[in-house]
């Protein structure tokens, strides 16, 4: 229990989070992205009805809390040998949240604007596809900024750098 600190009890938080987070965008990519890109309009139906699927209040809510976890765990690891990897791994998960929001959401905004439809329309399905694509990217993003964060946990704080108890 000696390993048990600060540090690394603020960034074991900051990786189950981002874990988590992943873990869902990995579930939204394999389940409901590639649902809605097979065959847009008609595969919007997942999108409609009196249940629709809405994963927004997951996504208001676990990377905000990812990102202020972020914060805190590098603030208790600043002067630590792990401080590299941290930034690394914070400046990804920026990236990746970057991309979502200007690039990935814009598009699917646009793209669910057409509306349900009984048919296929080949264009949109062509544009469904290059969202799709672009959502891998970010959910790669958001993989390498977790692994940097568990190559940073292996990395040992020295005892020299380690005062916080």
């Given at each position: 229990?000696?390993?048990?600190?600060?540090?690394?009890?603020?960034l074991?938080?900051?990786?189950?989070?981002?874990?988590?987070?992943?873990?869902?965008?990995?579930?939204?990519l394999?389940?409901?992205?590639?649902?809605?890109a097979?065959a847009?309009?008609?595969?919007?139906?997942?999108?409609?009805?009196?249940?629709?699927?809405?994963?927004?209040?997951?996504?208001?809510?676990?990377?905000?809390?990812?990102?202020?976890?972020?914060i805190?765990?590098?603030?208790?690891?600043?002067?630590?040998?792990?401080?590299?990897?941290?930034?690394?791994?914070?400046?990804?998960f920026?990236?990746?949240?970057?991309?979502?929001?200007?690039l990935?959401?814009p598009?699917?905004?646009?793209?669910v604007a057409?509306?349900?439809?009984?048919?296929?329309?080949?264009?949109?399905?062509?544009?469904?596809a290059?969202?799709?694509?672009?959502?891998?990217?970010?959910?790669?993003?958001?993989?390498?900024?977790?692994i940097?964060l568990?190559?940073?946990?292996?990395?040992?704080?020295?005892?020299?750098?380690?005062?916080?108890?």
């Open positions: 229990m000696g390993d048990l600190n600060i540090r690394n009890i603020t074991m938080a900051l990786i189950i989070s981002c874990f988590i987070q992943i873990g869902a965008q990995l579930f939204a394999s389940v409901v992205a590639s649902t809605i097979e847009p309009p008609r595969s919007f139906a997942i999108l409609e009805g009196q249940y629709p699927y809405d994963s927004s209040p997951f996504w208001g809510t676990v990377p905000p809390i990812t990102g202020l976890l972020f805190v765990a590098l603030i208790a690891n600043w002067k630590t040998p792990r401080r590299t990897l941290l930034i690394a791994s914070f400046v990804l920026l990236i990746g949240g970057l991309l979502a929001g200007l990935v959401e598009e699917f905004d646009a793209m057409t509306g349900y439809s009984d048919k296929v329309d080949p264009a949109l399905q062509s544009r469904a290059t969202w799709l694509a672009y959502d891998w990217a970010v959910w790669g993003i958001s993989l390498a900024a977790g940097a568990l190559l940073a946990l292996a990395r040992p704080v020295s005892p020299k750098h380690d005062k916080s108890g």
